[in-house]
């Protein structure tokens, strides 16, 4: 039973004769097809509408290149109406989270750009560049050969900090909200977490027993997933730098690391040709799946994991639902 609407969002796109149903996946939310006078979308039961349901409909707009004439979003948590105002997202009353959610559509670009055309290129690092992350805001990071870890500005290509990891950095990861970042590199069997905002290190974790080749936050950014050289993976409290889990069973290089979505579920792939489905409450494995060929990364979809092969140049997507 659908109540009163709660959030509404009424647009009028600027490239369209009349509206268009932002087809956006917001949190047990439904939508109406609109009418001439706008978007409405409607809250199911007491769900509340959250910073998280304002993000998903900002990064949508980008995704597709949506510019809104006009465009209003009452959250309930916390109660703040975000408006478009002279193409800007503005909020009515003053909140830190909102204003970093909206940052991503203020700091955008306008120019209209081709489809496939390099917009702008990030020049610095002395060696490869082995890992980019991209945070909420629309920061990048970019992780290389020399050591170094820098922070961009995207909407100027401005290099903003440069932070020293040392040897070869392997791998990089951003927390969901942009405030934390993790490395390894092939010179120790540490990972180091960074605080973006002020380029200073947090932690420093140490438990592997071989080079960290990848490295992967939860959605909940309190948990980090670790997988090392010495064929394990190590799952990680971030607040206290603790190791939680060992996840044991690989015979070669764990070469990807991955969590579901609701961060029950871990994923890890290897260079023994196995992606293996791990609970990450207990750490035991819940099936063991066989990729044909080396591992080297693997991701997660909201309904699965697909892993990247390393040497045949094909991706295979499995379905962690039921037994290999």
């Known amino acids: 039973m659908i109540t009163q609407p709660v959030v509404r969002i009424e647009a009028v796109f600027s490239h369209s004769d009349g509206c268009s149903v932002v087809d956006v996946q917001i949190r047990t939310a439904s939508s109406e097809h609109p009418g001439p006078e706008g978007i409405q979308i409607l809250k199911r039961g007491e769900t509340p509408i959250t910073v998280q349901d304002l993000e998903q409909v900002i990064q949508y707009l980008l995704s597709e290149s949506i510019e809104p004439d ?23 009353h003053e909140n830190n989270r909102v204003e970093f959610a909206l940052k991503a559509w203020n700091t955008r670009s306008t120019k209209p750009t081709e489809a496939g055309v390099c917009i702008r290129t990030l020049s610095g690092h002395e060696r490869l560049v082995h890992g980019v992350a991209t945070s909420p805001d629309g920061t990048i990071f970019t992780a290389s050969g020399d050591g170094d870890v820098k922070q961009w500005d995207s909407a100027t290509g401005q290099c903003i900090r440069t932070m020293r990891h040392g040897g070869r950095i392997w791998s ?37 027993a071989s080079y960290v080749s990848c490295v992967a936050f939860s959605p909940d950014g309190l948990t980090l997933v670790s997988g090392s050289h010495d064929c394990t993976a190590m799952v990680w409290d971030v607040e206290t730098g603790q190791c939680r889990l060992t996840l044991s069973g690989h015979c070669r290089y764990v070469r990807g690391v991955a969590i579901s979505p609701d961060g029950s579920t871990i994923y890890t792939g290897s260079l023994d ?39 045949k140049m094909a991706i295979k997507y499995w379905d962690t639902a039921t037994p290999s």
Request: charged share 15%.
């Open 70 to 92: 006009t465009l209003t979003m009452e959250l309930t948590e916390p109660a703040v109406t975000v408006s478009i105002v002279n193409g800007r997202l503005e909020a009515d």
């Open 172 to 208: 990089i990861a951003i927390s969901p909200d942009g405030s934390t970042i993790a490395t390894s590199c092939d010179v120790d069997s540490f990972i180091e977490v960074w605080d973006t905002n002020t380029g200073q290190g947090t932690q420093t974790l140490i438990g592997h």
């Open 273 to 311: 040709y196995k992606v293996k489905q791990w609970s990450s409450a207990t750490g035991d494995c819940i099936r063991t799946m066989n990729h044909g060929s080396g591992v080297a990364g693997i991701s997660v979809s909201p309904d699965g994991p697909s892993s990247h092969q390393a040497v």
